[in-house]
């Protein structure tokens, strides 16, 4: 199984640019995530889908939208890029909401490399 | 304000002996908490976990304390090996979402 994987791997754009990261998983989970690592801050979560059909907001979701498209796929979308917005990006995807169970946990993907010039 | 901090940015350990990477938390209603292990170029993977109502947690060479009364969770590694080296995320649960701190690079020396 190919677990989560992201495309594209980096990407560089210019201010004001929009693009779409794209994330898929191939173990059948309900919920995925959306995450920005920067320097010094660790992962911060963007959004969140706990269901197909749904999405919530994280600590840090201005200036992005989601879409869960159908169960593997969740989309992360930069309508107007900023400089600030220059990150590594994670998806993940979990079992249950969440993924914090005993059982249960949330498994990432390889990342995007972003940088908005 | 960060709600779960790890303080020391880097460790250095001599292969085969212990690594101890720390994390401090400050909100009381986190019910669980994680360790994650991550190489450069690759995402987070999971590593071991508490539940907010043990004290300890053991895997292999990986053993997680938790001092609920401190706020303080701790990982020790015990043989450290030189594969070991990598970025180590504590997190914490909220509901539905984790928590993450800034992490901590471990260098395990040969």
């Known amino acids: 199984n190919a677990g989560v994987t992201q495309t594209p791997k980096f990407q560089v754009l210019k201010t004001g640019q929009s693009m779409t990261l794209q994330c898929a998983q191939d173990?059948?989970?309900?919920?995925m995530y959306w995450y920005r690592q920067d320097p010094g801050m660790g992962l911060r979560l963007i959004y969140y889908?706990?269901?197909?059909?749904?999405?919530d907001k994280g600590e840090v979701p201005n200036g992005y939208n989601v879409s869960r498209l159908n169960k593997r796929e969740f989309s992360l979308r930069l309508e107007s890029a900023a400089p600030s917005q220059t990150s590594v990006y994670f998806c993940?995807?979990?079992?249950?909401?969440?993924?914090?169970?005993?059982?249960?946990?949330?498994?990432f993907g390889p990342g995007t490399r972003l940088t908005v010039l | 304000d960060q709600q779960v901090k790890q303080n020391s940015p880097s460790l250095s350990v001599q292969e085969g002996r212990i690594s101890i990477l720390n994390c401090d938390y400050t909100?009381?209603?986190?019910?669980?908490f994680l360790w994650y292990k991550k190489y450069p170029a690759e995402g987070p993977t999971f590593l071991i976990s508490?539940?907010?109502?043990?004290d300890k947690n053991e895997d292999g060479r990986f053993t997680v304390f938790l001092n609920k009364s401190a706020k303080h969770l701790s990982l020790h590694i015990v043989p450290s090996q030189p594969g070991d080296s990598a970025v180590y995320f504590c997190?914490?649960?909220?509901?539905?979402?984790?928590?993450f701190g800034a992490g901590t690079i471990l260098r395990v020396k040969s």
């Open positions: 993940a995807s979990s079992q249950l909401a969440g993924g914090t169970s005993t059982l249960d946990t949330q498994y």
């Open positions: 173990m059948n989970h309900n919920s």
């Open positions: 889908s706990a269901s197909e059909g749904t999405t």
């Open positions: 909100n009381s209603m986190f019910d669980y």
């Open positions: 508490i539940s907010s109502i043990k």
């Open positions: 997190a914490a649960s909220e509901g539905n979402k984790l928590v």
